[in-house]
């Protein structure tokens, strides 16, 4: 597997292609429960999320990932390297990110971050200036000389994903990571995983809140007691309803008379019209009433589904 | 930068930069660890607080030393057969074992946190694993012990050197100290950081390590004093001595210094009394690496 790594420790073109995840059958069994159940899957590269309600295995995986835990059954690559074969060499090209405090609370920002550099293979002197540049990136600058005791919880979250990515690993893995945050702490959050893929790092962030998946992320793998649910781009998840949003300003309500009148199922929700249409005559004729009343057109968009209603319906789907 | 962003100042967002430099795998790792688990200990990079229980204590072991040559160098013109001495090697090894308190103090400090504020699962997501963990504290701490212990030896004989009255003929007529007391305090370091770190392992609350490493030594050289005094009544022997944790790494000195069991020691008198020594050491050095390796198993079966 050497064979495989420059010098530099990064991986070997025929590597850098391969997929980022490649698991297979993969099965991890406790003696109480079964935890992961026969899951296979292939992930792309980028900012993918790990969806599930809590017990979904979500934990469990990341555990497997890291080498951390055995596999029952199964087999796991991650950027091309076998994970039970050299768990060492997977692991210098991972980052990550527990959802538990896990920072030793009476040192600096910067020495644990400096620290976590080194541990990762930095040399010391490079580990430090990276520390120092990471906790800029993440909004830390000025309160990196502080012991991580005195931080709030988002400042907390920031320093933890500071050491996850210090080492520049190809893969970042994130539990939960907006856990805790109030809603602007949770946006800056989100902001800086979906920075994340600009810089070259793909995520992979385990989380039951779809909405923030639904927001950074392009590729989605839901599991469901430690089953795959669905796999797949996001954008290709979200199917279209056959309901259409339509903004005519203040005439909302004349609209959605006149659309009755016409047998087109419509109503009012916040200054939007919602139409039921099927079929692109009935989108016609949606755009006719709209012409013959004179109304001006702000926007007309097909509304689609959300992740919850796909995480839901498939999940009943699924045997 | 135009004339008015230099003056009203400006920010730059320096965005992110890979690491394009060489990469140490878990050699490196380990010793990254090493040496902070040595700053920790030493409370480089802490409060000042936590700088004054090492370095007292060096200064509180190296004490004799400093006596040791200032007494050479007022009496250095005096008529003596033999100069006064105040404390020769061997002896001095033994006061090492102050630095009992000291590992009751590091060990905890440097073990029981990590468990405590959940660090292991970063530190094991990392190219490392639990035997590289368990080498790298134990080398942080028997690396300080070890320090702590010798840097006095050194200042004694190089003390003595300077006020005898030939430095060469003192370092020629001491060439076997130049390895008897490293190898006698590489015994001890090892001893005490085994010990040490294996108690705190147990337990992810200093406190309660700290107390539990001294409890077994004094429990345990309590126990063997008794015990050694019944048997020395009835039959002469002493074998209890074994059971004393806090000496073993004495017995082992003496054997390393005199090549056999000093006369006046409690073991005195019994049959292969320096072999069960060191049987007893090495199995109290494996049962604690044991349990090390035990407790650091990370990988979930």
New interface residues.
């Given amino acids: 597997m050497t064979g495989l790594i420059r ?3 990064r991986l070997r073109p025929a590597l850098e292609t391969a997929p980022l995840l490649r698991i297979e059958g993969l099965t991890k069994r406790y003696p109480a429960t079964t935890a992961l159940d026969n899951l296979s899957v292939e992930v792309p590269r980028g900012r993918i999320g790990l969806v599930g309600a809590n017990g979904a295995g979500k934990t469990t995986t990341f ?1 497997l990932l ?5 596999a029952t059954e199964g087999h796991i690559e991650v950027c091309g390297l076998d994970v039970a074969r050299d ?3 997977v ?2 090209r ?3 990110m ?1 959802e ?9 920002a910067a ?1 644990v971050v400096a ?2 550099g ?7 002197r ?2 430090r200036q ?1 520390a120092s ?2 906790l ?2 993440v909004g830390l600058d000025e309160a990196r000389f502080r012991p991580i005791g005195g931080f709030s919880t988002g400042m907390r979250q920031r320093t933890k994903l500071a ?1 996850a990515i210090v ?2 690993p190809e893969l970042v893995l994130l539990d939960e990571p907006t856990a805790g945050l109030d809603p602007v702490g949770r946006d800056d959050m989100l902001a800086l995983v979906a ?1 994340l893929g600009s ?2 790092i793909s995520v992979l962030m385990a989380t039951h809140l779809l909405d923030d998946v639904q927001k950074v992320c392009d590729y989605v793998v839901m599991i469901d007691a430690g089953r795959l649910v669905v796999a797949g781009a996001t954008d290709s998840l979200l199917e279209r309803t056959g309901t259409v949003t339509v903004d005519v300003g203040p005439s909302a309500d004349v609209l959605v008379t006149a659309l009755g009148r016409k047998n087109l199922p419509a109503h009012a929700i916040e200054g939007l019209v919602e139409v039921t249409v099927d079929g692109d005559a009935e989108l016609d004729r949606l755009r006719d009433v709209i012409a013959e009343l004179e109304l001006p057109l702000y926007r007309l968009s097909t509304r689609l589904t959300s992740l919850d209603e796909v995480f839901l319906r498939r999940s009943e789907d699924s045997p | 930068m135009s004339a008015g962003a230099a003056r009203g100042g400006a920010v730059y967002d ?13 050699g ?2 380990t010793f ?2 090493y ?2 688990s040595m700053r920790r200990a030493l409370g480089i ?2 409060s000042w607080r936590q700088k004054v229980a090492p370095f007292v204590l060096l200064g509180v072991v190296t004490i004799p030393a400093i006596v040791n040559v200032g007494v050479g160098y007022v009496t250095r013109d005096e008529l003596f057969d033999d100069r006064i001495e105040i404390i020769n090697y061997r002896d001095y090894v033994g006061v090492s074992s102050a630095l009992l308190l000291f590992v009751a103090l590091v060990a905890p400090d440097v073990i029981c ?2 468990r405590r ?3 292991l ?9 639990g035997v590289d963990y368990v080498f790298a504290k134990l080398g942080a701490i028997a690396t300080i012990i070890f320090a702590f212990s010798f840097l006095p030896q050194v200042l004694l004989f190089v003390g003595n050197m300077l006020v005898s009255d030939g430095a060469l003929d003192y370092f020629t007529g001491h060439l076997d100290v130049l390895w008897k007391v490293p190898l006698s305090i590489v015994l001890l370091a090892a001893y005490y950081a085994v010990v040490g770190v294996a108690i705190s392992s147990l337990t992810d609350r200093r406190i309660v390590a700290g107390a539990a490493i001294i409890g077994l030594f004094l429990v345990t050289s309590i126990a063997a004093g008794i015990f050694v005094g019944d048997f020395e009544a009835e039959e002469g022997e002493s074998v209890a001595a074994l059971l004393n944790v806090l000496a073993m790494p004495l017995y082992l000195r003496d054997l390393v210094f005199l090549g056999h069991v000093d006369p006046e020691s409690p073991l005195a008198g019994v049959s292969n009394g320096g072999l069960l020594a060191i049987l007893t050491y090495t199995g109290i050095l494996l049962l604690g690496v044991a349990v090390l390796l035990r407790r650091y198993r ?4």
């Fill in positions: 010098p530099d420790g555990r890291l080498g951390l835990a055995r768990p060492i060499a692991r210098a991972l980052g990550y527990p538990h405090d896990c920072l030793p609370l009476d040192q600096t020495d620290t976590f080194e541990l990762s293979g930095l040399p010391a490079a580990a990276r540049d990471i800029d990136l050491q080492g520049d920075r810089f070259g | 320096r965005g992110y930069r890979p690491y394009e430099g060489t990469r140490g795998r878990r490196a790792a990254a660890l040496k902070a990079r802490r946190p990590d504020q959940h660090v699962p970063l530190m094991f997501a990392r190219p490392m694993t990370w990988v979930e079966r």
